[in-house]
C-alpha cells in the first residue's frame, strides 16, 4: 500500500514536472519570436508589453519602444489605407464593369428581340406582318392566282373551240359562195350564149 502511494505520488509529480517544463518551453518559445521591428503589431505590442519592467501597477517602457511601436503602427495603418483604397478602386472599377455589362446586356436583349421580332414578322409593301399571317396572305394571293389561270385556260379553250367553229363556217360559208359563184357563172354564161344564138338569128333573118 505504501509502494503504491509511492508510485502515483511519483507519477503526479513526473506530470507535473513535465507540464511546467513544457510551459516553460512555450513562453521560451513565444518569447524567441516575439520581436519589435518584425512580426505582426500584436506581437510588436506583446513584446513591449512582456519586455518592459513593473513598477507596482504600472509598466515602464522605454520610449525608443513606443516611438517604435508608433512608428510600426502608423505604417501599417497607412498600409490598410493603401489596401482599402485599392480595393474601393477595384470594387469602382468592377461596378463600373458591372453597369457597362448590364447596359450592353440590356442592349443586347433589345436587339435579340427586334431581330426574333423581324424573324417573325414578314414585309410586304412596307407593311410589317406575323409569318402566320404572311403565309395566309401568300397561299390566298396564289390560289387566286391559279383560280385565274383555270379560269383563262377555260375561257382559251372555249375562245379556241368557237374560232374553230368559225374557222369552220367560214370555210363552208366560202364553198357555199364559190358554189354560188361557179353557178351563178355558168347561168351567165348561159344567158350570154342564148343571146348571142338570138343575134345571129336576127341578122340571118334580115
Known amino acids: 500500500m505504501h509502494s503504491l502511494k509511492t508510485l502515483t505520488l511519483t507519477l503526479v509529480s513526473c506530470l507535473f514536472f513535465i507540464v511546467v517544463n513544457a510551459q516553460q518551453k512555450t513562453t521560451e518559445e513565444e518569447d524567441d519570436t516575439l520581436s519589435l521591428t518584425k512580426g505582426t503589431i500584436d506581437n510588436q505590442f506583446e513584446y513591449v508589453i512582456q519586455k518592459s519592467y513593473n513598477y507596482q501597477d504600472y509598466k515602464n517602457v522605454k520610449k525608443d519602444w513606443l516611438y517604435q511601436l508608433k ?12 489596401d482599402l483604397k485599392t480595393t474601393q478602386n477595384k470594387v469602382d472599377s468592377l461596378a463600373q464593369e458591372i453597369t457597362t455589362l448590364k447596359s450592353n446586356l440590356s442592349e443586347t436583349k433589345t436587339t435579340l428581340a427586334e431581330t426574333n421580332e423581324e424573324k417573325d414578322n414578314m414585309a410586304l409593301f412596307g407593311l410589317q406582318m406575323s409569318k402566320s399571317n404572311y403565309n395566309v ?11 385565274l389561270l383555270l379560269f383563262f385556260i377555260y375561257k382559251f379553250k372555249n375562245s379556241n373551240s368557237v374560232t374553230r367553229e368559225a374557222k ?8 357555199e359562195f364559190e358554189e354560188h359563184r361557179r353557178t351563178a357563172l355558168e347561168r351567165e354564161q348561159k344567158v350570154r350564149r342564148q343571146l348571142q344564138d338570138e343575134i345571129n338569128k336576127q341578122k340571118t333573118i334580115k
Open 71 to 82: 512608428a510600426h503602427t502608423l505604417d501599417s495603418l497607412k498600409a490598410i489605407q493603401n
Open 137 to 147: 396572305l401568300m397561299w390566298s394571293i396564289i390560289g387566286v392566282l391559279l383560280v
Open 168 to 175: 369552220k363556217s367560214l370555210l363552208e360559208t366560202e364553198e
